[in-house]
């Protein structure tokens, strides 16, 4: 039975806002990484694992690539992205209607190169036209030759399925990398500062979320009245005293928002009651700092 185990690194890349992580969750069945409206979302590479008795299916879900990087921030999220060709055994690359690229792009390149499958996913078809869709198809094929194309919603859950049954004939014989019990290699607390950010990303508009970065310090377990219970002390990193006060609010009322809907995700998440507290921090040029961008796993 075990000589018959099929596994492999099925790697999601792309463009801000295109739907891979939505798509990644799709595969996965776990909120694995955080979904907004907003672009940048995703800063890390993030694993999710699905396993059954004969598969181990390991999907990375990428930052996307951003075209002209301001930041050493931005920077390391494009070599996390571009990190996915290294360690590929199938290449997703989606796309949606939105996205304009020329054919010369860095990507390109990095598909043209790879030996392993490569499929090109057209993402958002519930939204999408299905003229726009067949000219996105012939676009994207004179840019690159794929072994496969999928017209998909990640969000609908349209086509994914034949999506992860073509994934798994795909995969090559091979052992199960991780525990068949692990969802991911990320620890608890990287995803609650996720969930903070990703509270930040809808409650606040503008810069703020880009501005902020969030870092738990203390995660505690404990009982309360007979329950599991967990303490939480969570930093929000700004650059600005002007943005630390936007996300204090007047009289603490953005802040204290803020806190009460992170810990109701939380709470979720980890199933258990959580009293979470929040503190806003002033780190000038935090994405610049190698120091900081290290202790916030950008920089290994």
């Known amino acids: 039975m075990e000589n018959n185990h099929k596994s492999g690194f099925v790697n999601i890349i792309g463009r801000p806002n295109v739907g891979k992580s939505t798509l990644m969750n799709a595969m996965v069945g776990e909120r694995m990484s955080i979904i907004t409206h907003k672009p940048q979302t995703t800063r890390h590479r993030i694993i999710g694992i699905w396993n059954d008795e004969d598969h181990q299916v390991v999907f990375s879900d990428t930052p996307g690539i951003i075209s002209d990087p301001h930041y050493k921030m931005q920077k390391q999220m494009n070599s996390f992205a571009y990190s996915a060709f290294e360690d590929a055994d199938i290449v997703l690359f989606v796309v949606d209607k939105i996205d304009e690229y020329e054919g010369d792009e860095k990507i390109f390149e990095l598909i043209k190169k790879t030996t392993v499958p490569k499929y090109l996913i057209i993402n958002k078809i519930d939204i999408t036209d ?11 094929s004179s840019f690159a030759k794929f072994d496969k194309i999928f017209k998909i919603s990640a969000l609908e859950k349209t ?26 290699d990320r ?9 903070i950010r990703e509270k930040i990303l809808e409650l606040y508009k503008e810069e703020i979320p880009y501005s902020t970065e969030v870092e738990v310090e203390s995660y505690k377990e404990s009982e309360l009245r007979g329950e599991p219970f967990v303490h939480i002390f969570a930093n929000i990193y700004v650059m600005r005293k002007s943005q630390k006060m936007i996300l204090l609010g007047k009289g603490g009322k953005a802040i204290k928002k803020l806190g009460t809907e992170s810990r109701k995700s939380i709470e979720l998440f980890i199933e258990k009651r959580v009293h979470l507290e929040l503190y806003v921090r002033i780190k000038e040029k935090w994405r610049d700092d190698d120091r900081l961008l290290k202790s916030f796993g950008y920089i290994k």
Do not use: C, H, M, W
């Open 130 to 140: 299905e003229v726009t869709v067949t000219e996105l198809e012939n676009r994207y």
């Open 159 to 184: 086509n994914t399925e034949n999506l992860f049954e073509n994934i798994k004939a795909d995969l090559q014989t091979g052992p199960a990398y991780y525990p068949k019990d692990q969802l991911t």
């Open 187 to 195: 620890p608890e607390r990287f995803f609650i500062s996720e969930i």
